[in-house]
């Protein structure tokens, strides 16, 4: 089974984080692809970013289709373009905050999202409702920490996750963690020793339900809405994502 993970933003070292993750989490068999997005930000922090990085997410979908790629993770906790994947995609394509929550609702009554800046958090809690998660997330968390914060050594980021994650414990009365950005796949484990409760990074999580759904046979329903997407010509920079069959 072929797994391709996409790490929406652009920054090829946070794309290294993600694969790990991804590899580790895989079962034997697995092969893991992991794609860094060849254009668009960075990082993906605000609507904007969001809306940008969905381009380079399609092309990588769509190569993905070509090099017959069995199902899809999107690597970035604002889950950007997750149905225009899908509509891309024959095979399963998962977003890593889709994939945390619902597992995270598997294991404990309530759970606290730790994500990265305030504004940031908003995205998060659009998605808690828009996936129904109203009566298992707690709060969402943010410790102001700029993504590529994550990769840098000064910005004490594991010693501010750990205590927002102290924090969602204590205060929000969570019984797990979700780790609300793909840069922090690398922390979960550690996290998780140290807190003693389930704590979910979304990378992994993601690939063992797409291993799961491609075993069973299943992909995205390619009736009504996220069907192929209708043929028809796009103008300008963008003419080369014109859906062909
Ligand atoms: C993210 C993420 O996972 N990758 C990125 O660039 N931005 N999301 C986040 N909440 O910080």
Not at 9 to 22: C, E, G, P, R
Not at 36 to 64: F, K, M, N, Q, W
Not at 77 to 94: I, S
């Amino acid at each position: 089974m072929r797994i391709k993970v996409i790490n929406p933003n652009s920054t090829a070292s946070m794309t290294a984080v993600i694969a790990a993750a991804a590899r580790a989490a895989a079962s034997h068999g697995t092969e893991i692809v992991a794609a860094t997005a060849p254009c668009g930000p960075v990082s993906i922090e605000g609507h904007y970013d969001e809306a940008v990085s969905v381009i380079g997410l399609l092309e990588e979908i769509r190569s993905g289709e070509r090099d017959g790629c069995d199902g899809y993770v999107v690597a970035c906790f604002g889950d950007p373009g997750l149905l225009a994947a899908r509509e891309a995609a024959r095979g399963p394509v998962l977003g890593i905050a889709e994939a945390a929550m619902h597992a995270a609702s598997f294991l404990a009554t309530g759970f606290s999202v730790v994500t990265t800046l305030g504004r940031t958090r908003v995205i998060a809690e659009h998605l808690v409702r828009s996936y129904g998660m109203e009566h298992h997330c707690r709060r969402v968390r943010a410790t102001d920490l700029a993504v590529l914060e994550l990769d840098d050594p000064a910005s004490d980021a594991r010693a501010k996750i750990l205590d927002a994650c102290r924090r969602a414990l204590d205060e929000d009365g969570s019984g797990a963690i979700v780790l609300g950005c793909a840069g922090m796949a690398d922390l979960a484990a550690d996290l998780q020793g140290e807190l003693g409760v389930p704590v979910i990074d979304g990378v992994g999580i993601a690939v063992r339900f797409v291993e799961a759904l491609c075993g069973l046979g299943l992909g995205t329903s390619k009736r009504g809405d996220l069907a192929f997407p209708i043929r028809k010509p796009f103008a300008g920079a963008l003419a080369d994502l014109a859906w062909r069959d």
